[in-house]
């Protein structure tokens, strides 16, 4: 019946939010049926009802956790900015301060990716995921680009996104690892000269 169908959607997401904040507390190793039941407040067999084994709560978490984070997009005020290599030093900074901003997310969304090395389906979907990310950083970044023709080769949006992702992933981690001596502004100093002369 949809009204415990719609229930039952409402349960998993209940339990999906309180299995991260364990995983985000605990890290994945402390991911239990237990603990994510005395998280939600439910009963150890109606999370094993929903996902059925913790095998299947990691995955289905690594799902959730990749559905509520935001897409890419440039901010409003990108487009006000004048010049495109400004506008990517805007957008730089605010996926930086985005990614800073949400360590317990990030954190997960590594440890992830480090246990991708033992199980197939979380390392193809985290890929996917990084591909994802760098194809929207791409299609934003030849948007920017195009608004003003001539300002970069027309084969540099590619080239930009490489390197403008490989360094917001860097400093993710370092956010993660150092959040006292992490300087984004230094950081994204560095990554101004290199992308400077990609520009006509």
Known sequence: MPGERASEDVRREQILGAAFEV?????????????VAGEAGLSHGLVLFHFGSKERLVHALLGWLI????????????????????????LLDREVARYAGEPRRTRLFYEYWALGGRDEAIRVRVGAELERYRAEFRDVALGL????????????????????????????V???????????EESLASVREIIAPLAG
């Open 145 to 172: 680009l195009q608004a003003e023709p001539g300002a970069f080769a027309p084969e540099t949006a590619e080239r930009i996104a490489a390197v403008a992702v490989s360094w917001i992933h860097g400093c993710a």
């Open 23 to 35: 995983a985000a507390r605990e890290g994945l190793g402390g991911l239990t049926i237990r603990a």
């Open 67 to 90: 559905e509520n984070t935001p897409p890419l997009r440039a901010p409003d005020p990108v487009g006000a900015v004048a010049g495109a290599l400004d506008r990517l030093h805007l």
């Open 174 to 184: 370092q956010a993660v690892i150092d959040p006292v001596r992490f300087q984004p």
